[in-house]
């Protein structure tokens, strides 16, 4: 079945830039998502980017897609202290059922 | 309020009861998921409603293990004699399915305590 895969922890500077990345199996996959959840709470979309896109910039928010290597990554520059939290990769084919990644865990220090 | 919005946000229950747990989806999205996340973990995928299509049920741990979505908008899960290991934070999350974008809006979840 479908697999999303990503690595578990990232620590960097505040200030730093800090880059999440993410692959995944399905070659079908037309949307592809990066969520983030803060402690205590639930899930919420940060961005997301169409299969036929290559780059997508939200502010301080860049995402690649590398559709040929099924690679997808999150850059948040200048990160601050208020980014650390569990950033997870999904992936769905036309919008349905999404597959999570098991989150990255970012930590941020001052 | 707009949101998901799931009850109780806490239970503490004693192994080999049931418990019940709901979530209440946004209006008019069509698409309903429940998930477990365990501490630390990531996201378990347990059940996932599109319309009045038959659920998507491979993700459900067990038998123990079951949900319903009435009228295509409230959903139940029930957890039959619990057993420690299902103490976890269930998450239910709505969206407004293929017409979409395939965004899905989470509720705040329910931290499940099993002594």
């Known amino acids: 079945g479908e697999d999303v895969e990503q690595s578990l922890f990232l620590s960097v500077r505040e200030g730093d830039s800090s880059v999440i990345n993410c692959t995944y199996t399905?070659?079908?996959?037309?949307?592809l998502y990066w969520y983030k959840q803060e402690p205590g709470a639930g899930l919420q979309l940060l961005t997301y980017?169409?299969?036929?896109?290559d780059m997508k910039q939200d502010q301080r928010l860049t995402v690649l897609l590398n559709k040929k290597d099924k690679h997808l990554s999150l850059r948040i520059a200048d990160t601050q202290t208020g980014d650390s939290a569990i950033y997870f990769c999904a992936e769905s084919r036309n919008a349905g059922k999404s597959t999570f990644g098991d989150g990255t865990t970012l930590t941020v220090k001052p | 309020g707009a949101g998901v919005s799931q009850s109780p946000s806490n239970k503490v229950t004693e192994k080999g009861k049931d418990v019940e747990l709901r979530c209440d989806p946004i209006s008019g999205h069509t698409a309903l998921y429940w998930y477990r996340q365990s501490l630390g973990q990531g996201l378990e995928f347990l059940i996932y409603f599109q319309g009045n299509s038959a659920p998507d049920k491979s993700g459900l741990p067990s038998d123990r293990f079951s949900a319903e979505r009435t009228g295509g908008s409230v959903s139940t899960l029930t957890i039959q004699r619990t057993q420690q290991e299902d103490s976890a934070v269930y998450l239910c999350?709505?969206?407004?399915?293929?017409?979409?974008?395939?965004?899905?809006?989470f509720g705040p979840g329910t931290r499940l305590t099993v002594l």
């Open positions: 399905d070659s079908s996959s037309t949307y």
């Open positions: 999350a709505s969206s407004s399915g293929l017409a979409g974008t395939g965004e899905q809006f």
């Open positions: 980017i169409f299969s036929n896109m």
